[in-house]
C-alpha cells in the first residue's frame, strides 16, 4: 500500500525555536496533504490542509503565522512549529490521500514535539 | 460543527469475547464513514469504510460496520476478538463531500486479554 513518511519520529527543542517536520509521500504524489494534532488521550484535530504550490488552508483557531506549512512538490509538505513553547508540545501526524479518490487517507508515522 | 463522538474510551475484553464499539455523528446531510485502527508503534490504517450502498461493510481482520442513518450512527463490531486486536479504533467522517477532511472521533482503547 501507499507509504507517508515523517520526520523526525521525535523532536525536543527549547521554548522560542523553531521546528520543521517533514511529512513525505514515497511510492504516490500528493497535491494535497493534512496536518493533524493529537493531545493526549484525545482525537485527531485537524490542523491544515496543505496544498502543492499554493497556501495552505488552516481550521478555525489555528495559527498560520505559527504553524507554517509548505508543500513544495507533490510528494513534501512541511510544518514548522515556530516560536515553540511547551503548549505546543504535542503529536503531530500528516496524512495524504489516497490517489483513487476513494477518501481513505494514508497516514504518517507521527512526529512526537516535546518543548522545554 | 461536524463532530464524532464514540462512546467508549477504554474496552477491555477476553480473546473470543464479542466486540461492539459505538461511534455517532452529528451531520444531517451526505457522510462518508470509517473505521482506523491504529496498532502499537505502527500507523494509522483503514480498517473499513461506508460510502454508499449496503449499510453492512465489512473490513479487514472478520471485523464490520453497521451504519443507521436514522441513529447516525456507524458502530464497529467483530464476533469473536483476538490478543492481536489490542489497538486503539478511530471511526472519522467526511461530511458533506468535503473532499478528504476527516474528522475523528477520540478514539477507543481495546485491550484483549489473551
Known amino acids: 500500500g501507499a507509504v507517508v513518511s515523517q520526520h523526525p519520529s521525535w523532536v525536543i527543542c527549547k521554548s522560542g525555536t523553531s521546528v520543521k517536520i517533514e511529512c513525505r509521500s514515497l511510492?504516490?504524489?500528493?497535491?494535497?496533504m493534512f496536518w493533524y494534532r493529537q493531545f493526549p488521550k484525545q482525537s485527531l484535530m485537524l490542523m491544515a490542509t496543505s496544498n502543492e504550490g499554493s497556501k495552505a488552508t488552516y481550521e478555525q483557531g489555528v495559527e498560520k503565522d505559527k504553524f507554517l506549512i509548505n508543500h513544495a512538490s507533490l510528494t513534501l509538505s512541511t510544518l514548522t512549529v515556530t516560536s515553540a513553547h511547551p503548549e505546543d508540545s504535542s503529536f503531530y501526524i500528516c496524512?495524504?490521500?489516497?490517489?483513487?479518490?476513494?477518501?481513505?487517507?494514508?497516514f504518517g508515522e507521527g512526529s512526537r514535539l516535546t518543548v522545554l | 460543527a461536524q463532530s464524532v463522538s464514540q462512546h467508549n474510551h477504554h474496552v477491555i475484553l477476553s480473546e473470543a469475547a464479542s466486540l461492539e464499539l459505538g461511534c455517532n455523528y452529528s451531520?444531517?446531510?451526505?457522510?462518508?464513514l470509517f473505521w482506523y485502527v491504529q496498532y502499537p508503534g505502527q500507523h494509522l490504517q483503514l480498517l473499513l469504510k461506508y460510502f454508499s450502498g449496503d449499510p453492512l461493510v465489512k473490513g479487514i481482520k472478520g471485523f464490520e460496520a453497521e451504519f443507521i442513518k436514522s441513529k447516525f450512527s456507524f458502530n464497529l463490531r467483530k464476533p469473536s476478538v483476538q490478543w492481536s486486536d489490542t489497538a486503539e479504533y478511530f471511526c472519522?467522517?467526511?461530511?458533506?463531500?468535503?473532499?478528504?477532511?476527516?474528522?475523528f472521533g477520540t478514539g477507543t482503547l481495546l485491550a484483549v486479554q489473551p
Open positions: 511510492d504516490f504524489q500528493a497535491t494535497t
Open positions: 472519522a467522517v467526511i461530511a458533506g463531500g468535503a473532499t478528504n477532511k476527516l474528522i
Open positions: 496524512s495524504a490521500p489516497h490517489s483513487g479518490g476513494s477518501g481513505e487517507l494514508f
Open positions: 451531520y444531517g446531510g451526505t457522510v462518508n
